[in-house]
């Protein structure tokens, strides 16, 4: 079930995303928030007690359309081991294209990764879940050999979540791209029956 958020607090979020990006988190206050949404303190104070309620609720935005990319790629008509492969690829390329578009904003998610971290927790267990289905459906189809679908959706999505950082830094964006294949590959190898 999802919590619906309004349009006014929505249009915060965003305000404040744009902001922090422009300027990084320090940099911003709720006054700037404020003139910038042209809702006023009063209104910004209704959702949020203070800066850092704003910038969670951000992060957790993006994550969100994180969460919803992949869960867009999860309904794709396909078998799971391509699924899977959609998966690795589209997370990597969605967090990446969330720390990048957020400019100043980029720096705040290195210096803050605790803050991150808990924001984003609740968000790693609906895609671990996601990753869980995607095993249990190869076992079933005989795609995956027989495993532990909850300590191996655990371990592929941590290996995943390892290659953010150099990813997003760009040090193996390019090896990345012209390396996907060997990567998921190597994923596989420990899942994959042999015919």
Known sequence: MSIKISNTKKMLVEVARVLFAQHGKKDVTMNDIAEASKKGRRT??????????????VIDSELGHVLERLYIKAAETCEP???LTNHIITHLDAIKEV????????ADFFHDIYEVE????????????LIQTILIEGME??????MDPDLSSMIIFYAI?????????????????????SIVEFVFQGIKRKH
């Open 44 to 57: 910004l104070y209704t959702y949020f007690n203070n800066k850092e309620e704003i910038y969670k609720a």
């Open 81 to 83: 081991d391509v699924k």
């Open 118 to 129: 808990r924001t984003r927790r609740k968000i790693d267990f609906k895609e671990i879940a």
């Open 99 to 106: 720390v990048t578009r957020n400019g100043s904003l980029r």
């Open 161 to 181: 979540k390892g290659l953010e950082v150099p990813y997003i830094r760009q040090n193996i964006s390019t090896q990345f791209e012209n390396n996907k294949s």
């Open 141 to 146: 189809k005989k795609i995956f050999k027989r």
